[in-house]
């Protein structure tokens, strides 16, 4: 009877080995990166603008990045943990999150899950972004160009990049790097 028991809980421990390392191996298959983006304040009127005028002299802008995970593989991932920072091509940090993103986000196979999570866009970020993308002038020129931009074209005309790390299933083995540049 001892021999059948420890038998099958070998055979279960060798199971739950390549089941998990099936995920490891199926994590490069997780693409994560920025869906899209929106500022707090939505900027469609002048009393938005008033408003973002206002934030910028606190010196932050609140932004809302929504965050894709795509899962190509046939692994269900449970993400226990999303850190991600923003920053300019030339890597100036540009924004922080708000609050540390605390919920677990089930990541099914061959689907893409999207979630938001709130930042800060400093204005010496902001400025240091506009400034690698070619527009010159002191901050109100600068800032006066982007709202023109934003109104004209629905884009800034600026480029993020996204770095930092999701953490799947709890185990470290399993980090998934991202790093991600996009257009905003």
């Known amino acids: 009877m001892k021999k059948v028991v420890i038998i099958v809980s ?13 995920k490891i191996k199926d ?17 469609k009127s002048l009393k938005d603008v008033a408003a973002w005028i206002t934030d910028i002299l ?6 809302w990045f929504i965050i894709a995970i795509k899962n190509f593989g046939d692994s269900k991932y449970t993400i226990n943990n999303i850190y991600v920072q923003a920053f300019t091509v030339k890597g100036v940090k540009v924004a922080n ?10 990541v099914q196979p061959k689907t893409e899950t999207q979630f938001k ?10 400025i240091a972004m506009a400034t690698e993308a070619g527009l010159k002038g002191d901050t109100k020129t600068v800032i006066a160009t982007l709202l023109k931009k934003w109104f004209t074209t629905g884009a800034l005309g600026l ?13 470290k083995m ?10 905003i």
């Open 174 to 183: 399993v980090d998934i790097p991202i790093n991600e540049t996009q257009q």
């Open 10 to 22: 070998v055979i279960i421990v060798i199971f739950i080995i390549i089941r998990y390392l099936k």
């Open 97 to 106: 999150p708000v609050n540390p993103f605390t919920q677990k986000i089930i």
């Open 117 to 126: 999570i709130k930042y800060n866009l400093t204005v010496p970020g902001l």
């Open 27 to 43: 994590v490069v298959k997780l693409d994560i990166g920025l869906a899209d983006f929106y500022f707090e304040t939505k900027l």
């Open 159 to 171: 480029t993020i990049n996204l770095k930092g790390y999701a953490n799947a299933e709890g185990l």
């Open 58 to 63: 606190n010196l932050t802008i609140p932004i």
